[in-house]
């Protein structure tokens, strides 16, 4: 990337970039939808397209646009909390992508004047505790995450820390990361476990190149 030695900060989406949770939460969905095997593939694809998309904004999607059958708020509040239930301790609990945590710990080390931030889909509230509990909220400037999207949280932070679009990257693995990049105007890089990106896409299977590609 031509401006690294420039650069102000990085964006990160936290599933399948900084913790390897992607599987645990396709569980959760598939948990969630054993009832409807007549759509669980489509929901399951859904929810692997749409990573950075808030768990409920998919729930509601299921129901209204493939079994036909809108939920209340309540009852859409029903869903997300099961799903939390599922999620929240296991995503503590697992590993951390390849490379991620040492990136954290080098960029800190050597490179402080680079703000860090997580933009991500999970509930807010949910991925700080994950955060708190990961003892990594130290590394971050800001954690952020829904009900809130991905364009409207970056563009906020670029706003309140005076930062230039040019010189800040977005890290993520899914479609709807690289579209808040090229939204919002900052680079990206995809770390592609699932979903494949744009041809001249700048990715990494994992974070261990990650310093080499940006520092």
Not at 18 to 29: E, G, L, M, R
Not at 42 to 54: C, D
């Amino acid at each position: 990337m031509s401006n690294r030695k420039k650069l102000q900060a990085i964006f990160f989406d936290f599933d399948g970039v900084i913790v390897d949770s992607t599987s645990v939460k396709t569980a959760a969905f598939r948990t969630l939808f054993t009832a409807y095997p007549e759509i669980l593939d489509r929901v399951i694809a859904h929810h692997l397209r749409y990573g950075g998309i808030s768990r409920v904004e998919k729930i509601r999607w299921a129901h209204a646009e493939l079994l036909g059958r809108p939920l209340s708020e309540e009852a859409l509040a029903v869903e997300a909390k099961r799903y939390s239930e599922m999620v929240l301790d296991a995503v503590v609990a697992v590993p951390y992508v390849p490379g991620a945590l040492e990136f954290l710990q080098k960029s800190r080390r050597e490179y402080p004047e680079i703000l860090l931030f997580v933009v991500s889909g999970t509930p807010q509230p949910e991925l700080r505790e994950v955060t708190r509990r990961r003892n990594l909220d130290h590394y971050f400037v800001e954690v952020l995450g829904s009900p809130a999207h991905k364009p409207e949280l970056v563009r906020e932070q670029l706003k309140k820390h005076n930062l230039q679009k040019e010189k800040c990257v977005f890290i993520g693995d899914a479609l709807t990361d690289y579209e808040t990049a090229r939204d919002t105007g900052l680079g990206f890089v995809g770390i592609q476990q699932v979903n494949r990106f744009p041809e001249n896409t700048v990715t990494l299977p994992d974070c261990t190149g990650l310093a080499g590609v940006l520092l």
